[in-house]
């Protein structure tokens, strides 16, 4: 189920075919969708434990040292799927298994071209938390207009803050551990994750293209149409 938390506005009405826009908190105009990243380990890296019991995938210590990013784009290139819109449905696919999906994401087909050019080294996106490669282009975002605080607040509505010139390893891993909302101290920017997606919603009150300007963040654009589910609407990607 996807959530806004409870200090702004909940989504209403049809996620496939009204406007994302339009739901947004009042003051905020422009939103993107931030995919996650695959996570690629080195050949002859050996995991000390695993960051989740019920299969093996490496601690963020260890995705912070050696881990590097490889973008949708290059999986969809691999895999020779037609768009990143497909490429989306195809990691939604795999990572439901099919069973609670909506019928645009009901593409085991998709999900399995994925899954056979994925190398042994090469790891999902977990779902429900931001991904630790990203929060250095995601503390760029958020001090682009002079902030020094992050703010945050998870599901079960802790709050707090964190010094964004000495975020610290073990704040970081904190933030990156559970459904969680990122601020900066203005609110001008705002970085949110849902249950059972691999993406982030980021909106603003300005221009999103301008704000993710410099950073390696992948995803793509909503306009004044876009409703959440968007893969079978137009749209265009951060960076384009």
């Known amino acids: 189920m996807k959530f ?7 989504l ?53 040292k050696f881990g590097t990013i490889l973008t949708w784009e290059e ?14 449905i195809a990691v939604t696919a795999a990572i439901t298994g099919g069973e609670i999906c909506r019928d645009v994401y ?8 994925i899954d056979q050019v994925l190398g042994e080294h090469v790891y999902f ?8 490669l990203l929060m250095d282009d995601i503390l760029k975002v958020l001090r682009s207009k002079g902030a020094e605080t992050l703010q945050y607040v998870n599901l079960y509505g802790e709050e707090g803050s964190f010094s964004i010139k000495n975020f610290r390893l073990d704040e970081m891993i904190k933030l990156c551990s559970e459904p969680i909302l990122l601020t900066d101290e203005r609110e001008e920017f705002v970085f949110t994750c849902y249950f059972d997606e691999v993406s982030a919603l980021f909106f603003t009150k300005g221009n999103c293209a301008d704000a993710l300007k410099g950073t390696q963040l992948e995803g793509i ?13 137009d749209y265009q990607n951060i960076h384009s």
């Open 75 to 88: 999986i969809r290139r691999k895999s020779g799927l037609k768009s990143i819109a497909e490429m989306s």
């Open 4 to 10: 806004f938390y409870p200090f702004f506005a909940p």
């Open 106 to 113: 009901c593409r085991p087909e998709l999900a399995n071209a």
């Open 125 to 132: 996106p977990l779902e429900d938390e931001l991904p630790i």
């Open 12 to 64: 209403i009405g049809d996620e496939e075919k009204d406007s994302l826009l339009a739901t947004l908190p009042k003051g905020y105009t422009s939103a993107a969708k931030i995919f996650y990243p695959f996570v690629k380990m080195p050949k002859d890296w050996k995991p000390r434990k695993s960051a989740i019991p019920h299969r093996y995938y490496p601690v963020k210590e260890d995705i912070l």
């Open 221 to 233: 654009l909503f306009d004044e149409e876009t409703p959440l589910i968007w893969e079978k609407h």
